[in-house]
């Protein structure tokens, strides 16, 4: 079992930036592909990027493409995510989710596909 603390959200005004850290609990960080979700008022939560467990392949909505970098320190057991010019349709809760990959090594680009979440770190951003 692992679990999941992030930080970093805050309120920032629109084109600046703000990186996410997930802190993971556990033996086994680098097992597990890691990935980012965030949920708007009134909307679902939907997927942002994801990281497989090496750290080597990774994916992006296309919202965020370019925008946005998901990096691992597996080291440290943390999975970051650096957020660029950022519009104020990225205000959401953003969560980290993980989920043990034993033989694969790909990012999982869907919520179903994640056991285990975060509370979520506040991310606003002012026009």
């Known amino acids: 079992q692992v679990q999941l603390v992030e930080s970093g959200g805050r309120l920032v005004q629109a084109g600046g930036s703000l990186r996410l850290s997930c802190a993971a609990s556990?033996?086994?960080?680098?097992?597990?592909?890691m990935g980012w979700f965030r949920q708007a008022p009134g909307k679902e939560r939907e997927f942002v990027s994801a990281?497989?467990?090496?750290?080597?392949?990774?994916a992006y909505a296309d919202s965020v493409k370019g925008r946005f970098t998901i990096s691992r320190d597996n080291a440290k057991n943390t999975v970051y995510l650096q957020m660029n010019s950022l519009k104020p349709e990225d205000t959401a809760v953003y969560y980290c989710?993980?989920?043990?990959?034993?033989?694969?090594?790909?990012?999982?680009?869907?919520?179903?596909?994640?056991?285990?979440w975060g509370q979520g770190t506040q991310v606003t951003v002012s026009s």
């Open positions: 556990g033996r086994t960080f680098s097992s597990y592909a």
């Open positions: 990281t497989s467990r090496s750290g080597r392949y990774t």
């Open positions: 989710a993980a989920d043990r990959m034993i033989v694969n090594d790909a990012p999982l680009t869907t919520l179903y596909e994640y056991t285990y």
